[in-house]
């Protein structure tokens, strides 16, 4: 019997960014394969143009055999593919076995009453994910597990040839991912085929029989999980390369005074947990590198802290709770946060970003502000007048930084900056960050998932995964304890 | 001689027009609202300023600047008693917030509308000039209140330009309808944005309000048709985008103009409603707009 | 409430309406006759809105096509009343289908604004050809459905009652369930194997042809159409409101709400003027605090 899944030269194109360039790999039935890469790397992408929510530029993707690339995505997946997203999204006034029942029916109008043999099965099913005892229950009053469940349920329902899971483990225990897990490999032991999309090796590697890493839209490796995970190149991209550390200033840390302290926070989006009882302290002009994967729970922990989410817990700056505070006025205080998404003003000039940035200091102090940082980002300064989005990637990252430089805070908050940014704009970046810390007193909390770039300026290292810190300590001891069980 | 008329009539109308819906946008922008009592705020204006001037006798201009103020108010009542509540309501999904926004302002709008009815009865009312008299230009007899109106909506619009283009406060506007998020992380109260927003286009209203009345007259039977023209000018001109509401609004001006002076006043929304069913099918995001 | 629940306590309301006529003066009964029209309005476009998740901010624009074409075919082609009405409702199915699949194309705002627009070149159209339309001042229709109160009552009842056991049903059926998904999330309905677009016309169909039936059936009752009762953008706001305060997506609470609607509207009317402005008052806050209306507020209280 062939493959049931097939891609080749899968290519797509958004205006002029290539989100997926020539992928290509295919999965047998009775396979896992696990689709590997960081936010940005496109596998997201990949999944919706099998699922034919998006339509490639260019490509292949065959379904045992049947050509379905630019078909709309109700035809594939008659034709035997099923999907669960990364969020559920159940029909909330319907109950469980009705969503079921939903996946079941025939693409038809003139259906006023469902078959007999559909309730027979959505039970089964419902019994095969173990929902059998909550089925006439809404999805409102279920936890967030049990919806995951109905996500999968609905995406076998039809017995699929091939099915693509998303983000498979996110949000749940290490019980409930190891029960997810052996459905998945019931599933596979039935000779169908499956696809796993996820940011991290360590989380599928137990599941899948081989893995595929993905970078900037590129196939880079294909083998077993290990395999894959001493890839040269794959650590290159993933962690930047060599774990290295560079001379720090020193002031012992406990001549610092505590600028930042996060106290057992925890953080819930809906049902899912996304930080768990996190503590971590700062101490003024300290450098904390958070590390950690996609998915870890860095962004969250950074919005928790610059109010953005709200979370159980305390978070006191300078001695005082920021509790009640709004966003603004924490920004205002001296906590200043540079988020992934840079959330730049696209079609303003970089003059005018900068500009809003400076807009509660005083005019001359404005300027001077200005001044030192078009000095410290000069690309900045030859680019002044044009639009913020017709900057390259790097560039942009360092308006962001710039911009919110711009601000004088006390403590400056990085959310991946290297993200997607090409090895000489790293460069750029860390000689920057290196001359803020040599001629000011700083406080920076960098979050990152490249640890060659986090290493080398951090005074401590904090260890983020699933939501909750699992090492902390010195650059130098990471090197020696933790970074060889990183990836 | 007849199309010198079309001429300076069609530019009055024009200017009145592009400057209740560059408010329109401004909201649209900013706040995200596409507010359906629109007319109603410019009616107001207008309703109050000639109760003012007339019944109360304070004179033109002390009505003029009471009609502007309550149209300011009751930008704010929108805001607060319909829109924000609506907005952070947590009874209400996110994707239909919208919707509900829009059914709100729509009810809101009928319920200023029948209050205006109510107090002053649907007769069309006429703000008094704050010029009187008529001028002739190139030989067409012009009253001085349509020169004022088209002037002062100039000068208002020209203000607005460079309150958006040359001040902090307005580089802020602006950065707000991009990215609101991005504000919040530089330390502004968005909240504290959208009361001026609001505060601004109630200014904005009011004006062209007050020169509508003195200008062709209003009554509470005008609202309905007053905020489908702002709506047809904005989606014309681009949703979002203020240059495309000021073109937009010239072109529907003009379109109006011609139509009642060469076929009939009562079918002058005629070809700009053709004409909105044409941008929308094959230029959904208008002449200027972005998206 | 079970599906088999609900049809038995609507029945027994049914029933309960039935008698009326036995005690109710003429003038009571003939305000619940055009309660019971705007009931069926009111329904189709909760299954438009409620269950394809479209906002059509033009409902008048179906109902009017469908009255006004009866209207035409009756007064000029002399056509008899059933054959007018079943041609109407037709003529408004292929309205909607006009209406929709450009639409449908459309995001946001812009898809509500088209269904305004309609009702807008619609009301302009019948003013300009007023000599054929009779204009504002309406087309006078030589047959009507009855002169006695009482028939025509029980003829409107049992037009809404049936009108809402269809519409009800399918809300409850199997294509209803699909229509759900596809209103409430396309991509994920997709992904299921349903074609969207498909079911969100046909939605649009249903909802057409019922609008229609019921605005032709209406103007021969009122012996007149005119633009004011069938048209107008008051009356497509009234069935909006109707629709939310009865309770979106539950086919029946929109029947509540327009008969809701349409007594209120006349025991307030010695307030002149005001009564417009206290219904919708009342219906801003209903919107503000109960977005659920009376039935959703009644009946979801568990799920969101």
């Known amino acids: ?487 | 001689m007849e199309s010198l008329q079309i001429l300076i009539d069609g530019f009055a109308i024009s200017s009145l027009y592009a400057l209740g819906a560059m408010g329109f946008t401004l909201i649209f922008g900013v706040s995200g609202v596409l507010n359906l009592s629109h007319g109603a705020i410019m009616v107001t204006a207008a309703v109050i300023a000639w109760a003012m001037a007339s019944s109360l006798g304070v004179g033109p201009y002390l009505g003029a600047a009471a009609g502007v103020l309550a149209a300011v108010i009751t930008s704010f009542a929108t805001y607060l008693l319909v829109v924000r509540p609506i907005q952070t309501s947590r009874r209400i999904a996110r994707e239909e917030k919208e919707i509900f926004v829009l059914t709100g302002t729509l009810l809101w709008g009928i319920m200023l509308q029948e209050a205006i009815a109510y107090l002053f009865t649907s007769n069309p009312k006429t703000v008094l000039p704050l010029i009187p008299g008529v001028i002739s230009i190139l030989g067409v007899r012009t009253p001085m209140q349509e020169v004022l109106t088209a002037v002062l909506s100039w000068m208002v619009i020209g203000l607005l330009w460079l309150l958006v283009n040359r001040t902090r406060a307005g580089k802020v506007l602006l950065a707000a309808s991009i990215n609101p998020r991005g504000l919040t992380i530089l330390g502004f109260e968005l909240s504290t944005i959208y009361l001026y927003v609001w505060g601004l286009y109630g200014l904005l209203a009011g004006i062209a309000g007050v020169l509508l009345g003195s200008f062709l007259g209003v009554s509470s039977d005008n609202v309905g048709q007053l905020t489908a023209s702002a709506f047809s000018i904005v989606v014309l001109g681009g949703l979002g985008s203020v240059s495309g509401s000021l073109l937009g609004a010239y072109v529907v001006g003009y379109l109006e103009t011609i139509t009642a002076y060469l076929i009939s006043p009562s079918i002058r929304t005629v070809p700009v409603l053709l004409l909105l069913v044409l941008v929308v099918y094959l230029r959904p995001q208008g002449l200027l707009g972005r998206r | ?304």
Request: some cysteine; overall charge neutral; proline content about 4%.
């Open chain 1, 1 to 487: 019997m062939g493959d049931l899944l097939e891609v080749s030269g899968l290519t797509k194109r958004f205006g002029g960014l290539v989100a997926v360039k020539n992928m290509h790999f295919s999965i047998a039935p009775g396979e896992i394969l696990g689709l590997i890469g960081p936010n940005g790397s496109g596998k997201s992408t990949v999944m919706k143009l099998i699922m034919g929510i998006e339509r490639p530029n260019a490509g292949s993707v065959r379904i045992d055999g049947v050509e379905v690339a630019g078909w709309p995505s109700h035809k594939i997946a008659r034709q035997g593919v099923g999907i669960v997203f990364q969020h559920s999204r159940p029909l909330h006034r319907q109950t469980v076995l009705e969503n079921i029942k939903l996946a079941l029916l025939p693409d038809s109008l003139l259906q006023l009453f469902a078959a007999s043999h559909i309730d027979d099965r959505a039970r089964e099913i419902a019994a095969r994910v173990h929902l059998d005892h909550v089925i006439n229950r809404l999805p409102g009053t279920l936890p967030f597990a049990d919806l995951r469940r109905l996500e999968l349920a609905r995406a076998i329902a039809r017995n699929p040839k091939v099915v693509l899971v998303d983000e498979p483990f996110a949000g749940l225990t290490s019980g409930e991912v190891a029960d997810f897990s052996n459905l998945i490999a019931s599933f596979r032991a039935e000779g169908h085929a499956v696809l796993l999309v996820d940011h991290n090796v360590k989380g599928v590697a137990a599941l899948v029989d081989r893995v595929l890493a993905m970078y900037l839209g590129e196939y880079v490796a294909e083998g077993s999980a290990e395999s894959v995970m001493q890839n040269e190149t794959v650590r290159q991209v993933y962690l930047g390369g060599k774990i290295e550390t560079a001379a720090r200033r020193d002031v012992a840390a406990a001549d610092r005074k505590t600028l930042l302290s996060v106290t057992d926070a925890s953080v819930f989006y809906g049902k899912a947990q996304a930080l768990e009882n996190v503590s971590l302290t700062v101490g003024a002009g300290e450098f904390v590198s958070v590390v950690g994967l996609n998915g870890a729970g860095k962004t969250t922990l950074f919005n928790a802290i610059s109010g953005l989410v709200p979370t159980t817990g305390t978070v006191s700056f300078d001695g005082a709770t920021l509790a009640g505070r709004t966003p603004a006025q924490i920004a205002r205080a001296g906590i200043v946060q540079c988020p992934e998404t840079r959330e730049l003003f696209g079609d303003m000039s970089v003059r005018e970003n900068l500009d809003l940035g400076g807009q509660h200091l005083s005019p001359p102090d404005a300027s001077r502000q200005l001044e030192w940082l078009l000095d410290l980002f000069p690309i900045l300064k030859s680019r002044a007048t044009q639009a913020a989005r017709t900057l390259s990637g790097g560039e942009q990252q360092m308006l962001a930084i710039a911009r919110s430089l711009m601000m004088k805070p006390r403590l400056l908050i990085l959310d991946e900056p290297t993200l997607g940014l090409a090895p000489v704009i790293l460069e750029q970046l860390s000689k920057a960050l290196e001359v803020l810390r040599q001629t000011t007193d700083i406080t920076v909390l960098l979050g990152e998932q490249n640890v060659t770039f986090a290493l080398p300026h951090a005074d401590r290292v904090y260890v983020l995964e699933h939501g909750h810190f699992i090492w902390e300590g010195t650059p130098e001891r990471f090197a020696v304890e933790a970074g060889a069980q990183f990836l």
């Open chain 3, 1 to 304: 409430m079970k599906t088999g629940k609900t049809f038995g306590v609507a029945a027994i309301v049914v029933v309960l309406l039935a008698c009326f006529p036995f005690g109710v003066s003429g003038y009571i009964l003939g305000l619940l006759t055009l309660a019971f029209y705007f009931a069926v309005f009111a329904m189709s476009w909760d299954l438009l809105f409620g269950f394809a998740g479209e906002v059509n901010f033009g409902p008048s624009f179906l109902i009017g096509v469908g009255a006004y074409t009866a209207g035409l075919l009756n007064h000029y082609a002399g056509f008899p009343i059933w054959a007018c009405v079943i041609i109407g409702a037709l003529a408004s199915v292929i309205a909607g289908l006009l209406l929709a699949i450009p639409a449908l194309r459309l995001r946001g705002p812009y898809f509500g604004l088209v269904t305004l627009v309609a009702v807008l070149l619609l009301q302009n159209v019948i003013v300009l050809f007023a000599g054929i339309t009779g204009g504002e001042i309406g087309l006078d229709l030589p047959d009507v459905l009855s002169i006695d109160d009482s028939n025509n009552y029980w003829i409107a009842l049992a037009f809404m009652s049936i009108s809402g056991a269809l519409l009800f049903g399918l809300s409850r059926s199997a294509v209803g369930l699909i229509l759900q998904a596809s209103g409430q999330d396309a991509m994920q309905a997709s992904a299921l194997g349903f074609n969207v677009t498909k079911h969100k016309l046909a939605a649009f169909c249903v909802s057409a042809l019922f609008s229609g039936l019921a605005g032709a059936m209406l103007i021969f009752y009122e012996g007149t159409a005119s633009v004011g009762t069938v048209v107008d953008i008051a009356v497509g706001v009234q069935v909006i409101i109707a629709a939310v305060l009865g309770g979106r997506r539950t086919i029946l609470g929109a029947a509540l709400g327009a008969v809701f609607l349409i007594v209120a509207g006349e025991l307030l009317r010695p307030l002149g003027e005001l009564s417009t402005f206290v219904v919708s008052a009342v219906a801003l806050v209903v919107i503000l605090f109960f977005p659920g209306g009376f039935l959703g507020t009644l009946l979801h209280t568990g799920d969101r």
